[in-house]
Structures are given as structure tokens and as C-alpha cells.
């Protein structure tokens, strides 16, 4: 079993309204694949920044023309506009219920932000899944992960590999292997994960909304505490 330690009252403040589901966590600890299947389970949107540029951008919105040029020199998209993007993502009908975001907030502004933007948006409360995985297994997973070109599923050459080697299982289509999921580049990852996301495990711990999950686990056990954690909270 793994050990899913509730560090706060998060439950205390349920409202049995719509609910952020936030996942933290360093790359490689299974943030997209944990994602998926609590959107899917609960009926939820998941929400991720990327996916938000590039929808601004194609549609040629104000926030996309901003954001383009920036992106396509490498430099930092600045917040109001990142902000921007959230909370007009988050205005849709489909998040009435809530939502299932991985890779945001990053920072503790953003947090804040976020924050206000879930009040102005009448969800209830949230749920921060911190997934906790030791160093040297997310070395093994990034170094083996494997991304669909077409529609990024998520596969892994050690844990989850794909039945047909280096193709999708469910749309057939390539499957790369990021640069930055190479083995030279991690540790630096990591440690740059760590030094931004420790502030923000300590910002969530002390509002009371902070799950610890041990994400060390197989893929399916992870999911049960993350289960055991939602239907606990009565969120939905
Ligand atoms: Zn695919």
C-alpha cells in the first residue's frame, strides 16, 4: 500500500462545489499520467499551460499575439499574460466543476493568483497532490519516457512500455524522446525543480490543502491513493 498522508484539514473547507485539483511535483513523477486518469475519472478538464499558448495562438487571440513572438525566442512568457490565458480558460463551462491542472502554478505568485481567479469563479476549494518520488527512480523514468507526437500519451520504455516498440498504442503515432529527458540534463532539472517547487509545498502545507502522495509506486497504486484522497474530500 502506498502511504498517502493527508497534511492538512483540506477536507474542513469542501463545499461540494467545483474543486482545482493542483499536482505537484518534479518532472518524471508521473504528473501527466496521474492527470489523465483523474480527469477522466472525474469528468474534469486537464489543464495544462502548454495547451493553452498553443490554442491562443492558432486562434490569433490578443493573449496568442502577445505570447507568440516570446515563445518563439525561448524567452519567458510573462505572467499576466500566463494569467490571462488561466483564467479565461478556467471562465468555461466545462471547468464549472473543476479542473485537474499539472505544471501550474509554479511560483508562489502564480499561486496567489490562481487563488483569486477560483474565487471569482465560485469553485469551492482545492486539492494539492504533492507526488513524492526519490532521485534515483526519476532518473530511470525520465531517461525511459517516451512521448507521442500526434497526442502526447505518455509511455515508458522500463514501466509502461508501448506494445509495438517506439509507436502509439492508441493512434499509432511516433514516439520521441525529449532532449531534456535525457540523462545529462536531469539532474540540473531537478535540482532547478526542487530550489522553485519548495516554496509552494510550504505555501499549500500551511493553507491546509497539501496531499502528500508516494508516487514511487507502480502507475495504478498511485492512482488509488489519489482516489482515496479525492472521494475522501467529497469534492465531486
Ligand atoms: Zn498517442
Not at 493542483?22 to 489543464?47: C, E, F, N, S, V
Not at 490571462?84 to 505544471?103: A, H, L, T, W
Not at 531534456?180 to 516554496?199: F, K, M, N, W
Amino acid at each position: 500500500m502506498a502511504d498517502v498522508t493527508a497534511d492538512g484539514g483540506g477536507a474542513d473547507v469542501l463545499r461540494g462545489q467545483g474543486c482545482a485539483v493542483i499536482l505537484l511535483g518534479p518532472p518524471g513523477a508521473g504528473k501527466g499520467t496521474q492527470a489523465q486518469r483523474i480527469a477522466q475519472r472525474y469528468l474534469l478538464p486537464h489543464l495544462s499551460t502548454g495547451d493553452m499558448f498553443r490554442d491562443h495562438i492558432q486562434r490569433g487571440t490578443d493573449l496568442g499575439r502577445k505570447a507568440k513572438p516570446l515563445m518563439e525566442r525561448g524567452e519567458l512568457v510573462p505572467d499576466a499574460i500566463v494569467l490571462g490565458m488561466v483564467e479565461d480558460r478556467i471562465s468555461q463551462p466545462d471547468c464549472e466543476r473543476g479542473f485537474v491542472f499539472d505544471g501550474f502554478p509554479r511560483t508562489i505568485q502564480q499561486a496567489d493568483d490562481l487563488e483569486g481567479i477560483c474565487k471569482r469563479h465560485k469553485l469551492g476549494f482545492t486539492i494539492v497532490l504533492y507526488l513524492v518520488v526519490n532521485p534515483e527512480l526519476l532518473v530511470r523514468r525520465l531517461t525511459g519516457r517516451r512521448i507521442c507526437k500526434a497526442s502526447g500519451h505518455i509511455y515508458n520504455v522500463y514501466e509502461r512500455p508501448p506494445k509495438r516498440e517506439g509507436f502509439c498504442d492508441l493512434d499509432g503515432s511516433e514516439l520521441i524522446h525529449r532532449a531534456d529527458d535525457s540523462e545529462a540534463v536531469i539532474g540540473e532539472r531537478l535540482s532547478a525543480y526542487d530550489r522553485q517547487t519548495q516554496p509552494l509545498v510550504e505555501y499549500y502545507k500551511l493553507r491546509g490543502l497539501l496531499s502528500s502522495v508516494d508516487a514511487m509506486a507502480e502507475a495504478d497504486t498511485v492512482t488509488k491513493s489519489i482516489v482515496g484522497i479525492l472521494d475522501g474530500a467529497k469534492a465531486f
